[in-house]
């Protein structure tokens, strides 16, 4: 399945460089990021949070978790999560990322329009003449 997610560009990995010592990075990361929760149930309640961040996760000596938070009347439904992971090397920061963007109950929607669609264009389509 993860193979097949991938394959139509709902998860992503990227792999990031940065000439910056890791517990610099984890400040401002951590700066940049609210505390909490990110499950499907609690992001629903983001835009009645205080947070001033845009975005909202955990962020972890080793390892961040971290979705974007939603606002009042924003038509985007962002699903996407963030999670990632640290390597030092030196002088060098290497952060792995990956980016999932499926949310699985969004599936019963989309056997819903695999079922329907054909039925409805073959009963409501305009004649040929």
Known sequence: MKEF??????IDHLTTELEIQKSDFLSNFKSCVDEGNIGYFFGAFDVFSSGKNEYKGH???????I????KFFDMHMNFAI????????VTTLIINTEINSFNGMMIPFYIFIIIFTPFLLSHFSLPII
């Open 5 to 10: 997610l991938q394959k139509i560009k709902l």
């Open 59 to 65: 962020v972890g000596y080793d390892s961040f978790e």
């Open 67 to 70: 979705k974007r938070r939603r």
């Open 82 to 89: 963030a999670k990632g992971k640290y390597i030092q090397k």
